[in-house]
């Protein structure tokens, strides 16, 4: 762990000077300063009472479709009333000073895309998209239907959002691009993730075991904090405008 008091490590502006490809994690801590809350503080309100990791599951969708349903609309109006903070606006900066630039994140809002992000790997799925539970139909116009959840369509089934829940497997070429940006980058930055949720957890210790320098960004300490390379501890709006500042002064 290499670190300059207080300020960022030169040794670090260096490494992002001269890195030809560069790989960046980012988890819900990310959004959280647009106001859409982690998962582990996602809950307030009516929805205190419920655990995410229970709620974003198949068996829940089946026990109580209304319920998860109504879950996910509350968290598309926060999305879509979100906008991207200074964080996903300073990786899309960063991106165009790169020669290659892989953004993976485990968010289902597109506030990356929305600032402007081209090379995004969404592993977790899309939480504005709505397919048919049984013919995998996608439909735009899902919420107008009057049923909660609407029904699709085709086939009458039911609809969901096209997120991958706990328990279901993530998007093998998704996945698989994803384990390849972090065995091949010169550098790997992991931003705003607890570091806990499998498999996209293992993708920073993948650049480690490569040989990779780790970057992460997060005000708290997380499974990963003891290996990283450089830990910047602090708020993802604050962290990444400096860094690309000292950068590539942009
Ligand atoms: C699977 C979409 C095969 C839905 C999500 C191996 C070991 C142990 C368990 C497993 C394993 N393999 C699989 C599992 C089970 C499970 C899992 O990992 N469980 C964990 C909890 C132990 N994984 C799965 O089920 C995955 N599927 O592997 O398929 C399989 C199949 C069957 C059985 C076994 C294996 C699917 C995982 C995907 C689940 N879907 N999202 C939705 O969004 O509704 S995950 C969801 O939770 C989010 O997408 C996100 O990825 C995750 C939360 O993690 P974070 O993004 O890190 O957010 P979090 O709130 O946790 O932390 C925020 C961080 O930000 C904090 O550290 C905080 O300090 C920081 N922060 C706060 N503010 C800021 C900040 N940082 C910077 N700046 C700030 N301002
Ligand atoms: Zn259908």
């Not at 996903?88 to 990356?112: P, W």
């Not at 592993?123 to 504005?128: A, C, E, S, Y």
Request: proline share 6%.
């Amino acid at each position: 762990m290499e670190w300059d008091e207080g300020g960022i490590h030169q040794g670090l502006i260096a490494k992002l000077r001269n890195s030809n490809h560069i790989t960046v994690l980012t988890g819900a801590g990310i959004s959280a300063e647009s106001g859409v809350p982690t998962f582990r503080q996602a809950q307030s309100g009516l929805w205190a009472q419920y655990d995410p990791q229970q709620l974003a599951t198949p068996q829940a969708f089946r026990r109580n479709p209304r319920l998860v349903w109504e879950w996910y609309s509350w968290r598309r109006e926060l999305v879509n009333k979100a906008k991207p903070n200074p964080g996903h606006i300073a990786l899309a900066t960063m991106e165009q000073q790169v020669s290659r630039f892989t953004l993976i994140t485990q968010n289902v809002d597109d506030l990356h895309r929305r600032a402007g992000s081209q090379n995004i790997i969404a592993l977790h799925g899309d939480i504005l998209k709505t397919r048919c539970i049984d013919c995998r139909t996608y439909t735009e116009d899902a919420l107008q239907n009057e049923n909660i959840p609407p029904r699709c369509f085709h086939c009458g089934g039911l609809l969901r959002p096209d997120v991958v829940w706990f328990g279901e497997s993530l998007p093998t070429e998704a996945l698989e691009a994803a384990f390849t940006a972090a065995r091949e980058c010169d550098l790997f930055l992991s931003i705003g993730t607890s570091t806990l949720v499998e498999p996209a957890a293992s993708l920073p210790f993948i650049a480690l075991q490569n040989d990779i320098p780790v970057v992460e960004i997060n005000p708290e300490e997380t499974p990963l904090s003891g290996s990283a390379t450089y830990q910047l501890k602090g708020a993802a709006g604050k962290v990444l405008p400096e860094l690309v500042r000292s950068v590539w002064q942009v």
